[in-house]
């Protein structure tokens, strides 16, 4: 494959991974993934920028040679995770001469995870330069998106930032720009929501950052690059931003319809109240989708049917990646049904204690939701309705 030219002798040296089905054994992935490396060709020295996904180690290679590259000077590691550098032990045997450049915290991850000795790894700390010649690399430190040890590397002269995994997409592509349209736009919140959201006042951070560099272009690790920054820049300004949007998610798992139908009727009557919803079926629906519901919800309605005295698993398995993802949402309540008793909510409010939320009074129903039930639910809706008008939302 002919490495694609980007600006001024930097190229594009990725490669697409359309088949990849699952990310991390955990993420399931829409249009498989890219795994982008960059070359940067100065007057005096060459540099790689991020390397290959081991699988991909071979074509990767065999790329490099049919392109003509026979000498690297520098394989700069903005990250550990093997997505990134896992192919920089492959590297060193191909060009001995080549020196690794990365943070601290990375060298540290690269030596346990790739073996890589430490002779062979120089180490930068923020703002620090490196010169190609006629084109400098600077270092910039972003630990926390999304592991301690990320950087960006800037290419100053061409004004072209790499970002590692901040700002990505799984998307792959034909062309290596991105065409600022609504399917990477969906797969750009996917990624943010289901990777960087547990970040997102770093993520807030680093992205004001990058507003006040005005980089001409974003090169990320993941999907395509960005010629027009601020169409990815503005998203995360508003995902990242402290309030949320007049929208109640409302997950559920219902053994016998009858916390379906609970869901069902909050979720009619706050529409007609001019409040949104989604409701999310945890059984059939796909994680992802719940994930980029909590991105923009300000309010969770967590409904579960129970299984031998305690919450039905899935909804414990919601609650979980709910704690874990740390979304923006201001209040939480449950609902449920139960034939024979037992704790139905106490280990989802214990499971969902990571988030900082009011807690609305839940409702809990014995078999079918009758009369008085739907009264209680009245009482919730209009509380969620008055919590939504209370930050001027409706």
Known sequence: MKFREIKNNVFYCGLNDRDR?????????????????????????????????????????????????????????????????GT????????????????????GNIMEMLLVPEEKIMVVKNNDELSLGDKTLRFILAPGVHWPDTMFT????????????????????????????????????????EIMMPFRNLCKKYTKQIQEMKPDMILPSHGPIYKNPDFILNLYEDWTAD?????????????????????????????EKGVKTQVFDIVTGDLGDLAM??????????????????????AVNVAYLANILKPKAKFATFVGSYGWGGNLF??????????????????LVKGKPKKEDFEKLDILIDEIYNRHKSLNLV
């Open 21 to 85: 089905r699952i990310f991390d054994e955990l993420i399931p992935l829409e249009h498989g993934t890219t795994y982008n490396s960059y070359l940067v060709k100065g007057s005096e020295k060459v540099a790689i920028i991020d390397t290959m996904y081991p699988p991909k180690a071979e074509e990767y290679l065999e790329n490099l040679d049919e392109n003509g590259i026979t000498h690297v000077d520098y394989i700069i590691a903005n990250h550990g995770e093997q997505d990134h550098s």
């Open 88 to 107: 920089i032990p492959k590297l060193l045997e191909k060009y001995p001469e080549a020196m690794v450049v990365t943070n601290a915290i990375c060298k």
């Open 154 to 193: 800037h290419i100053v002269e061409d004004n072209l930032l790499c970002t590692c995994d901040f700002l990505g997409a799984h998307y792959t592509f034909e062309d290596i720009f991105c065409p600022d349209n609504c399917e990477v736009e969906h797969s750009a919140k996917r990624y943010y929501a």
């Open 243 to 271: 309030e949320g949007k007049n929208l109640v998610l409302l997950p559920y798992v219902s053994m016998y319809n009858s916390t379906e139908e609970m869901i069902d009727y909050i979720s009619q009557k706050l529409i």
């Open 293 to 314: 519901g909590l991105v923009d919800a300000t309010t969770i309605v967590l409904g579960s049917s129970m299984v031998l005295a305690g919450p039905h698993p899935m």
């Open 346 to 363: 106490g280990m989802l409010s214990q499971m969902l204690s990571g988030l900082k939320v009011d807690a609305i009074e839940p409702v």
